[in-house]
């Protein structure tokens, strides 16, 4: 987009805080708006009819959340940590993309993008193994603390409970804890404090990973 169109669609957002836990969005909202994270972390889950949450998706920095082109929201989306937004009404957004059609387009390329994250997603809970899984989903976690698009974050925060991580790789706690556990021993991290990691060896991790770096 040319700075005129950042301009114009940094003019139709607003600036909004969420503290952990707190919705942004709920599952049939009628008038959903959508958002980007400019930082923290946000998940997307769905509630069966048990009460059972599943979650979908993560968001992170710099991620696009919401359905424009859909009438109601289809899943929740809520604060892992405390994070800060640019939301955007939909007459706001609708006004914009009028006026620079070449959002639309950008918006439509953001979309795919997000298409293929939750496909990956879909393809690693049903043919990875349980170290492979994890390995994922500390280095994107690694990725998405990172200043640089290269290199991945030496030290960073988990956003998710080991509750959490269990429900989203499709795994059991204990599966869960014990993994951490063989990859800490095997030297790829360091857990520091209650939900702090770092990277000691992040070629290995990205290795267990099969994650691209760069």
Do not use: W
């Not at 899943?75 to 957004?93: G, R």
């Amino acid at each position: 987009m040319s700075e005129e169109e950042r301009d114009a669609l940094a003019a139709a957002g607003r600036t909004r805080m969420l503290k952990r836990g707190e919705m942004l969005f709920a599952a049939g909202d009628e008038d959903v708006a959508c958002a980007t994270l400019v930082s923290g972390a946000l998940k997307v889950s769905a509630v069966d009819r048990d009460g059972n949450e599943q979650i979908l998706a993560l968001v992170h920095p710099s991620g696009f959340i919401g359905e424009l082109f859909s009438p109601f929201a289809h899943h929740d989306v809520i604060a892992l940590t405390e994070s800060k937004l640019c939301t955007f009404a939909k007459v706001d957004i609708n006004r914009a993309i009028d006026e620079y059609p070449a959002l639309a387009k950008a918006l439509l390329r953001r979309s795919q993008e997000d298409l293929h994250s939750t496909r990956s997603l879909l393809e690693l809970t049903a043919h990875a193994s349980a170290e492979a899984r994890l390995a994922c989903l500390l280095h994107d976690f690694a990725q998405a603390a990172s200043q640089s698009p290269c290199h991945p974050a030496d030290h960073f925060e988990l956003p998710l409970t080991r509750g959490e991580i269990a429900n989203m790789l499709g795994l059991t706690i204990e599966t869960v804890s014990r993994k951490f556990g063989e990859l800490e021993k095997d030297g790829a991290i360091r857990r520091t404090g209650k939900r702090g990691i770092e990277l000691v060896d992040p070629a290995h991790l990205q290795a267990l990973s099969a994650r691209k770096v760069g």
